[in-house]
């Protein structure tokens, strides 16, 4: 009985993943701003959105790999969009938005294999459903649908590369290390 509890519940050490996860994704977040603002600046401006977003849909799956509860994915992108506008992001309030959107689009991942499966196939889903949901976000709010066609498919296969590299790739690496420290045990 305890353990089927364990396994649907929250416990104090996921609250506290969660917690560090977020803090930490912000401060990464809010400085990566700064990545955007550069890219932005040059001829490479109609795709500076797309290379960077990778970076900003880290929190969440990280959560989700390292917590492996329903909704851990959402809650840690918007925590972490949160910590991000607290530290003062050009973006202001649309940060929270944007997070539970990034977040929405990274759990669908998860959800999508029944919530179970949290290792490569899972995380493979949450980059396909993250890069989809923002780019149709990213359709009517960053104006996306004004672009032709042939723009479109390169800014979605530019997007889903960063988020494919980011989130997917990166984030599964950096799980790998915690396995191999011993710490989530």
């Known amino acids: 009985m305890q353990k089927a509890q364990q396994h649907s519940g929250w416990s104090l050490k996921n609250v506290i993943f969660l917690a560090i996860i977020a803090i930490f994704f912000g401060v990464i977040y809010q400085l990566w701003g700064y990545a955007y603002y550069v890219l932005a600046a040059t ?10 977003l990778g970076v900003w849909l ?4 990280l959560a ?12 840690g ?18 940060t929270i938005l944007s997070g539970f959107i990034q977040g929405i ?5 998860f959800a999508l294999t029944g919530y ?8 493979a889903l949450s980059v396909l459903t993250a ?4 780019f149709i976000w990213d359709l009517f709010n960053s104006g996306y649908i004004d672009y032709a066609l042939p723009m479109l498919l390169t800014l979605f296969i530019v997007r889903l590369l960063s988020i ?3 989130a997917g790739v990166l984030v599964y690496w950096i799980k790998q290390l915690l396995d191999r420290t011993g710490l989530l045990n």
């Open 131 to 134: 890069t989809i949901v923002t």
């Open 43 to 52: 001829p490479l401006k109609p795709f500076a959105n797309d290379l960077t």
């Open 116 to 123: 179970r499966n949290w290792d490569k196939k899972g995380l």
């Open 105 to 109: 689009g990274s759990e669908l991942g």
């Open 164 to 166: 494919a590299f980011f």
């Open 64 to 75: 989700g790999l390292l917590i492996r509860r329903p909704f851990a994915t959402t809650i």
């Open 77 to 94: 992108e918007v925590l972490a969009a949160t910590v991000e506008m607290f530290l003062f992001s050009s973006w202001g309030a649309s």
């Open 58 to 61: 880290m929190a969440g799956p």
